[in-house]
Every structure is written in C-alpha cells, then in structure tokens.
C-alpha cells in the first residue's frame, strides 16, 4: 500500500452476500478496516430500483483518541451508533446541507467508524443518474446537470444521492437478512499495490493522519482537499 496524499479502475466483477462471520472483519479498529472496505459493494434496494455503488474511496475515524472523530468527546445521542454493534449505518448531516455515510467499524469496547467517500456505480446507473442530475430546489435558473457516470457517488455527499441514503437509514443493521441495504464482498479483492493511503479530507484536528484510502487511477475518486484550518 503507498503512502501519499492525492490521487484518485477498480476490480470489475460481480459481488456476493457475504455470511455474517464475513462481516467479523468489520469488529476492529476503523484505521485497519478501511482499506479492506475497498471494493466491497453496498446497494440499496428501493420501489424505484437497485443502485449499487462499488466502494473506491474510504476515510477512518476512531473514537476518543481521535481529535476528528464524533466520537471524540464520548457519547451522544447524535454518536450513539457508533458504540454500539459494528455493521450498522451511521449516518449525520455534513456541512447542513448533505448526508454523510459511516459503517460502524471498532474494536471491542470501543467505538469508531469508517466513513464512505466515494464509488463507481456498478448497477443502477440509469436510476443514479437521476437522482444526482436532479437540479436543486434553491437554483434560480433550472438547468440539467449533465455528469460522467465516474461523477455520480464521486464524494460522500453524491454517494449518498446516488443511493438514496439519508438520516432515515441512521442505525440501519447491514448484518440482518433480509436487507434492503446491503454490503457485499467482490469475487477478487484489489490488489494490494493499488491502495494509497493519505491525509483525511476537510477535518481540521489530526488532518495529516494517514487515514484516508483509495484505489489509485480509480477515476470516481474524489480530489484531496486539505481544511484550511488544520493543524
């Protein structure tokens, strides 16, 4: 795995639904489960259709040793997802106007999660294309937004769009069957080679943190920016 801090085709192939004890890598450290997310499918079946987003970026944030974490400063009622069971969707506002998607991921006893940055649409294209080229209600002038297919969960914010995820799937058990938000493993994990690792995206604490993982020449990734005011 290659450390820097930027970049941006990820195996292709078609997943299936992993056993639970599949998902028991999911029950440590979020730094260590991050990287092994990648490549790994989460779809979201809805009565418009099946969108399935194949996970090409990832970012780690654990618990009260880590400045950037909500879980920082101990429980809340905002936080309590990620205490509790591994697996299970956290889900919070960002910046007051997109949804963020975390899978609770952490050691026994502790707390974490890894958040999704970004993926390539794997199925459900038509459907996603939809969603995110939907013009925003606060725009004066409609327009049609016209993206790449590489655009569409490009960033946590479209990734969500594109699956339709929002604060309603807070707390959401990706482990129960049947499930209408599912995680499902890929025949052939990415090689090794083609993971980097780099600074977290946006957080002002504990930014050069090397927590941030993508499969390099992925072109869904989303670009590095680093938060003016970290430290």
Same mark, same amino acid.
């Given at each position: =795995?290659? +450390?820097? !801090?930027?970049? !941006? +085709? !990820?195996?292709?192939?078609?997943?299936? *639904?992993?056993?639970?004890?599949?998902? +028991?890598?999911?029950?440590?450290?979020?730094?260590?489960?991050?990287?092994?997310?990648?490549?790994?499918?989460?779809? $979201?079946?809805?009565?418009?259709?099946?969108?399935?987003?194949?996970?090409?970026?990832?970012?780690?944030?654990?618990?009260?040793?880590?400045?950037?974490?909500?879980?920082?400063?101990?429980?809340?009622?905002?936080?309590?997802? =990620?205490?509790? &069971?591994?697996?299970?969707?956290?889900? /919070? %506002? *960002?910046?007051?106007?997109?949804?963020?998607?975390?899978?609770?991921? $952490?050691?026994?006893?502790?707390?974490?999660?890894?958040?999704? %940055?970004?993926?390539?649409?794997?199925?459900?294209?038509?459907?996603? $294309?939809? %969603?995110?080229?939907?013009?925003?209600?606060? #725009?004066?002038?409609?327009?049609?937004?016209?993206?790449? +297919?590489? @655009?569409?969960?490009?960033?946590?914010?479209?990734?969500? #769009?594109?699956?339709?995820?929002?604060?309603? $799937?807070?707390?959401?058990?990706?482990? @129960? =069957?049947?499930?209408?938000?599912?995680?499902?493993?890929? @025949?052939?994990?990415?090689?090794?080679?083609?993971?980097? !690792?780099?600074?977290?995206?946006?957080?002002?604490?504990?930014?050069?943190? &090397?927590?941030?993982?993508?499969?390099?020449?992925?072109?869904?990734?989303?670009? /590095?920016?680093?938060?003016?005011?970290?430290?």
């Amino acid at each position: =795995m290659r +450390d820097n !801090s930027g970049g !941006s +085709d !990820s195996t292709s192939g078609s997943a299936s *639904s992993p056993t639970l004890s599949e998902l +028991d890598f999911l029950n440590n450290r979020a730094s260590l489960v991050a990287p092994q997310l990648l490549g790994w499918r989460l779809s $979201h079946e809805t009565a418009e259709g099946t969108v399935t987003v194949e996970i090409t970026e990832t970012e780690a944030y654990e618990g009260e040793t880590d400045p950037a974490s909500h879980a920082f400063r101990g429980l809340t009622a905002r936080t309590q997802a =990620m205490f509790g &069971p591994t697996g299970v969707l956290y889900i /919070y %506002r *960002s910046y007051g106007n997109h949804w963020a998607c975390n899978i609770v991921s $952490h050691a026994p006893g502790a707390s974490g999660g890894v958040l999704l %940055r970004a993926g390539k649409v794997v199925e459900g294209l038509e459907l996603a $294309h939809q %969603r995110r080229e939907t013009v925003p209600r606060k #725009q004066l002038v409609p327009r049609k937004v016209a993206l790449k +297919d590489e @655009q569409l969960a490009r960033g946590p914010g479209n990734l969500t #769009q594109a699956l339709a995820l929002t604060d309603s $799937h807070y707390g959401y058990e990706l482990k @129960q =069957m049947p499930a209408i938000v599912r995680l499902e493993r890929p @025949q052939a994990a990415p090689s090794y080679s083609r993971i980097a !690792s780099g600074p977290r995206v946006g957080v002002s604490q504990a930014a050069d943190w &090397p927590w941030r993982f993508w499969l390099d020449g992925e072109p869904s990734v989303s670009a /590095y920016r680093r938060n003016p005011r970290a430290d």
